[in-house]
């Protein structure tokens, strides 16, 4: 069985609503995952937004969510989540903050990418990294990886 990822928010492709944006109470979705492979010993999520700032020309992605060190027998996070699962860590996002920052496009509609990755390792304490950090400490230790994308266009 591959894994994946969804949200009862949203479907794959689908818009995502408005109270989990900065138009809304800007509180993450739920996310439910299945499939993690027997021998994974940790997830990662990255949420990230590749669009950025203007879909018709985009210069960067901007990173919305990081969480590591994810247990792997975890099925996913709720609505809003407030206590992480134990031995989670955080990223850092692009506002300089750990947390959730949910879809706040400046121009057009952008799509909202939710990776999940399995890990055949836990990862060390990385100090609150960056996406590119944890990155180059992830290589060669993914094992699966699913995708959810929502999309989002203020003021509709």
């Known amino acids: 069985m591959d894994m994946t990822i969804t949200s009862s928010a949203f479907d794959h492709q689908g818009s995502i609503p408005k109270v989990h944006t900065c138009e809304g109470r800007d509180v993450s979705p739920p996310l439910a995952w299945s499939g993690v492979p027997a021998g994974a010993k940790s997830l990662v999520l990255i949420v990230d937004d590749p669009d950025a700032p203007d879909p018709a020309a985009p210069r960067m992605t901007w990173v919305h969510w990081l969480l590591y060190n994810l247990p792997a027998s975890s099925g996913g996070l709720a609505?809003?989540?407030?206590?992480?699962?134990?031995?989670?860590?955080?990223?850092?996002?692009?506002?300089?903050?750990?947390?959730?920052?949910?879809?706040?496009?400046?121009?057009?509609?952008?799509?909202?990418?939710?990776?999940?990755?399995a890990l055949d390792v836990e990862l060390p304490d990385l100090q609150t990294p960056n996406k590119k950090t944890l990155e180059q400490a992830m290589q060669r230790h993914i094992i699966a990886q699913a995708q959810l994308i929502g999309t989002y266009q203020k003021g509709c």
Do not use: M
């Open 79 to 117: 609505e809003g989540v407030q206590s992480l699962p134990a031995g989670t860590r955080d990223g850092l996002n692009d506002w300089k903050r750990i947390g959730y920052g949910g879809p706040c496009p400046p121009i057009g509609r952008h799509r909202y990418f939710h990776k999940l990755y």
